[in-house]
Each structure stands twice: as structure tokens, then as C-alpha cells.
């Protein structure tokens, strides 16, 4: 064992996936929103102490309730119902509802509601109460009276789907309960519900088309390689690479989240990239007659160098992420760029190890379809027509570029709550309710804060609080805001004279808390949003921002500030991919850095621009041709066309500079090259679009569009790398290809005056 490192190797393979299979059982699924928008600036921090003042905002599920005439013995039927059913459930801290809401009679509080079953003329009483409600109005009851919402909030702090989804399976099954036999629809939604039905619709998606994507990429593998042994080894190496990857996160501690679930996808494909590399070379050096071990030693010595460049520049542009403000981005961008290290050294390794023993006897050495004889000189041929025609193409790669690169200019990035909902659902169709119905489902808040000089009973802070309601009344796409001021109007005239402070002490404390904290000197004032992105109100919110400024500034000893989980949403979620944009655009540059140094040529590394931007171009104008927004998914997308792309520029790259030092014309170094990399990136191409084709057909959005946008990537960079790269070659050493050709007529010339005489 001592002299023999194939089998220390082999040893330390099999002990890395040993610790990797024990790391990957320690990861956990953590989908907690507000771990998805941690950051260490101060606008984070402010809305924890919110929460801890008021509680949290993303823990409130919202039933809308529609009836077409919801003041009738059988709506308020159902609202009782369902309420008396919430009050019951497990795990529900608290619930608002039209039923919980008081009007007074001098002193005596009396609900708003009727006792039922109730006369018309009492419905009719009780709607005009409600409508003049200033608790009520647009928060409780829409402005046709025929909606009514009631939001549940759930025990607990910061909760993830896993722990949530018993309770919202309870939710719904009072809501069952109670409308049945009525004519009123209850729809259920919230920040909450929306989480959960993504967790089990991405579980449902992967079960179904995980395995299906695995099994298309496993039959495509068979069809294209024939032998088993060769589709083995593969597939073993790649899924050993993503393997390692899950065990090196769990053992560092990382949790699987909603953005970091796409790394083992993410090393997959790569690894494959490298993997299918690694093997057509193997059996390239098979058919020329190489043992096992010679093979796989070839193998390693002329591919090394370029599954090390080309894991490199992936990832440094993951790596890069680890400079974005936000930690789940930093967190994401370290775990990719270890996770894409790891899945070279274990492809490498294991390709290597196992192509070098008997099973390597096994890899059909010869060579078939898309790589035998007849079908590499039809790809040279192909090569010579790039050739002939390479200014035409490199002109037309140009414009395309152009073109496609001024529409990307146009692209928005945007965030909405329901974005990866099913289109279908049931948490889509209440939020839409809700936006028509209350201006939004979701809420953002403003806090008045006072210092120890004032007190609530000072004029100061009323007229704070008041300034303050007037501003997000003013302010567009924000809907009936709701402060202390409504909670005071609602008391009795008898009541209305006494100091705020007097009257709020006979409040109970449940409600008083919704609005003020005497305690902590601390004001809210909610409004509704509606659920229409970042994009939309970051402009709002700045305004907002502006006018509660001037207010500060206005109002001695008091601090107005605009929070709450919509507006961090929008600034951080904007942030994030603006972090993933901009990483991106350093990557690339880093990357033709990489590729100039690892080349020793510059003009190689220009040359690697043009195909790399062209699918990255492609894939952005494809976004505004279909009119939708830059969001997380397609971004990450946007890396991983990057990656590939640029591993295959680089495969290509190499392979020319190769066959270029053996051969005396850069004419002929292409057309080598040419037909040996074409099949394996055709390869390649054919089992990524049959794996991300199945998921495309996904009921999540954003994974339709993320399959989609990769078939979009693959194919254009298909196009860039053995279309346009080729041409741009064939441009740039157009004179030393011709001075070649000079030399070789000249000794040809040469030997036949010499014969003559």
C-alpha cells in the first residue's frame, strides 16, 4: 500500500464519502423568511424590535371570507363559526375578525355584530355600523361590504413550513368545517400559507421530477455512450461530486434553505460537464490502442489543467458572493464556490481511479455515433464551412450580441410574495381578493417613537401621529392606515374627554398593544400594500422615507421610521439581486482575467467574451420579450449559463492551443479541434436540456422559468462555442493561418526543384 497511490486514493474516496454521507443526514430544511432577508444593517435589527414590541408581521395567516351578501344570518353564521373553530386550534395565538370588534353604548361595549339568527333590520343596523367603524373600515370589511377578513397569528417566533404546516392543515380544516352548507367562499393566505404551499409543491415537484430529469439524463447517457460501464462511472462521479458538496454543508452547519437548495443541481450539472469531459478522452486514448491505466493517465494529463481552469472560474464567480451585503447570499456564494471544488476533485478522481481498472475495460474504446469516424469528418466539414465563412458569422455574432444586449438593458428586477405560488392556488387567488378587496393582504407599519420629555397625552405626539397617518394616506398604492387615533375615535363620547392615557388604561391590553406600547413609548401605524413586488413601491417607500424625515424634523423629541416585512422584502430582495447582478458582472471580468493568465494569451482571453455574453444577452432579452422581471431564480440561472458556457469556451480553448502546437495551421488546429470537442459538448447539451426540459414542466413559476431560461442558456452557448468561437479563431489567426500555408507551398516547392535538378 505503501508504493501504490491509485490505492491510497481509492482509500481516501471512499473515506471522504463515508463522512460526507454522515455530514449530508445532519442538514436540515430551514425556509424561515426572515432568515432569507437577514442582514447585518441597522433597518434589520429595527424591525426585530418591532416584532418584539408589536409581534411579528410574518407570522399572520389571513382567511378571506365573500359572500354576496355577507350581513345575512348564514355569512355571520359561517364567521362565527370559523372564529369559535380558530379560537380552538392548536398553536394559534390570536384572532381578528369582524366578530371581535366592540362598539360602545355609553360605557358598555356591545358587538358589532347581531345575535343571530337576526331580523333584516338588525343586519341592516349592524352593516351601518360596521361601514362608520373607523376600526372597521377598509380593515375588516371591504368597501362593497361583501368581504371580511380574518387574520389568525400564529404562537411562536421566527417559524419555518416544516413547523408550520400542521397548524395551516388545521386552518383549513375549520375553514371546511364551517362553510359547509354555506354559500360563503373562504380563501386562506398570508405570508405563512405561502411558504408552506411552496415547501410542499417543490417536495411534490422533486419527487416527481427529479427522479424523472435523473432517469432522461441516464437514458440520453446509455443512447450517446451505449456502454454501461462508461454511463457508471459517470453518473457515479458526478453524483459523488454533489454528495460531497450536502456533506461538507452539513458538517460546516449550513441549513438548506430556499436559495441554497439549487447548490447539489448546480455541482451536478457541472460535475457532468467535467465528468463526460473526462471520458471521451479516455476512450479517445482506448481507441488508439491504450491500456486502462495508460488511458486514464493521458486522461488525467490532458485534462487536469482544464477542469482545474474551468471549476476556477466557476468558482470565483460564486465566491464572489461572498462580498454581498446580504448573509444568505454571502453564505450561498461560499457553499457554491466549496461545492463546485469539490465536485472537481471528486470527478477527477473517481473518472480517473475507476477508468484505470478493469471496469475501464468495459468503456467502449471504439468509437460510435456522434464520435466515430464518419461523424467527425462530417463535423470537420462543418468546421471548414465555419472557416470559409468566418467573417460573416463573427459579423452577425457581433450585431446579435449587440442587439440582444441592449434589449437585457430593459429588464426590471422584482419580488412578489406569491411569485413561486402555483398560478392556480388557492393562497394566489386570496391575495388577489385581498388586493382588490383591502388594498393588500400584506401590511407595512410606521413607528412613532417619543423620548422621556413626552408623554402620550402630550399634543406633540398625537399631532405626530396624525401627520404621520396623513402621510401614508397620501402616499399611492397604500391602503387604509390604521393607528391609535382609529382605536381612540371607537371609544365612547363619555370616554373621548378624558387623557389618551386614561382611556387606553381601560382597554384591554390585547388590543391597546396593536397599536401602542406605553411601556416602550413607542406608536404603530399600519397600512395595506398590495403584493405587486419591490419594483413597484421601493419608489413608494422612498417617498414615504423623504416625508417622514421632513416630520422628524418638524417634531421635537419624536422619531417616525417606516418598517415592516413588505419594506425590508423590497429594499433587501432588490439588494440581492442586484448583489447576484453585480457578482455576476465582476465574475466575468475576473474570469476573462483567469482565462488570459491561464492561456498566455490575451487575445484568447478577448476571444472568450463574445460566446460567454452572447446566451447571458439572450437570456436576459428573452425575459423582457416575455415581459417578466429579473427575480432570484433567473438569476441564479444566469450564473449557471456562465459556468457552463465558460467551462466549455475553456475545453475548447484548450483543445485548440493543443492540437495548435502539433499542427502548423491555426485552419487546421480548428478543425481538430472541432471534431473532437463538438461531440462532447453536443453531448452534454443533449442530456441538460432532457433533464432541465422535465422541469420545466413544474408548477412553481419560477422553476419553469428557471428550467426554461437554462434550455435558452445551453443551446445558445452550444451556439457561441461551436458557431461563433470557431469563427472568431478563425478571424483573429486568419494571417498566420495564410503565412502557414505559404510556408508549407514553399518546402513543397522547394523539394520539387530540387528532384528536378
Known sequence: MRGNPRLWAACAVVTLSLLALWGASRLKFDDKLRGVLASDDAEYAYLQTVFDDFGPDDNDCVFILRADDLFSNDALTTLRELVAALHKTEKVAAVQSLASVVAFDGFTPAPLLPELPASEAELARARARCVAHPLVAGQLLSSDASATPVIVRLAGNSLSALEMAPTIERLRDAARRATDGSAVEILLTGVPVVRVEIAETVSRDQLRYGPAGALVGLVLAIVLFRRPAAVFIIMFATFLGALWTLGAMGWAGENINALNNVISTLVLVIGFSDAVHLMYDFRAGRARGLAELPAATATLHHLAVPCLLTSLTTAIGFGSLGFA????????????????????????????????????????GSTRGIADANAREKLSSVADWIVRHARMITAVGILLTIVLTITALRIKPNSQLVESVPIHSESRRAVELGDRAFGGVLSIQVVVAWDESLTIDSPEVLAAIQSTQDVLERAPLVSYPASLLGLL?????????????????????????????????????SAHVLDSGGAVYKPIFADIDRELAKLNTEHAGIRTRLTGTPVIAARNLIRMIRDLAISLASAALVIFMVITIALRSIRLGLISLLPNILPLALMAAVLVWLGRPLQIASVIIFSVALGLAVDDTIHFL????????????????????????????????????????????????????????????????????????????????????????????????????????
Open 325 to 364: 451585503s446580504m448573509r444568505v447570499i454571502r453564505r450561498f456564494g461560499i457553499a457554491a464556490a466549496a461545492g463546485v471544488a469539490l465536485a472537481l476533485i471528486a470527478v477527477v478522481a473517481t473518472t480517473t481511479l475507476l477508468c484505470g481498472t478493469r471496469l475501464g475495460r468495459y468503456v467502449d
Open 489 to 525: 375615535d371607537s371609544l365612547p363620547a363619555a370616554m373621548k374627554g378624558m387623557p389618551p392615557s386614561a382611556a387606553l388604561a381601560l382597554v384591554p391590553s390585547a388590543i391597546r398593544n396593536r397599536f401602542v406600547r406605553l411601556d416602550r413609548r413607542r406608536a404603530l401605524i
Open 654 to 757: 484548450s483543445r485548440f492551443q493543443r492540437e495548435l502546437r502539433e499542427r502548423a495551421c491555426p485552419h487546421d488546429a480548428i478543425r481538430g479541434t472541432f471534431s473532437h470537442i463538438a461531440p462532447v459538448l453536443m453531448t452534454t447539451t443533449l442530456v441538460f436540456l432532457g433533464g432541465f426540459g422535465v422541469v420545466a414542466t413544474s408548477d412553481i413559476p419560477p422553476l419553469r422559468v428557471f428550467a426554461g431560461l437554462a434550455c435558452v442558456a445551453i443551446g445558445a452557448a452550444l451556439l457561441g462555442d461551436l458557431l461563433l468561437l470557431p469563427a472568431l479563431l478563425a478571424v483573429c489567426y486568419a494571417r498566420r493561418g495564410q503565412a502557414s500555408r505559404v510556408r508549407v507551398r514553399d518546402r513543397i516547392g522547394g523539394s520539387d526543384l530540387s528532384r528536378k535538378k
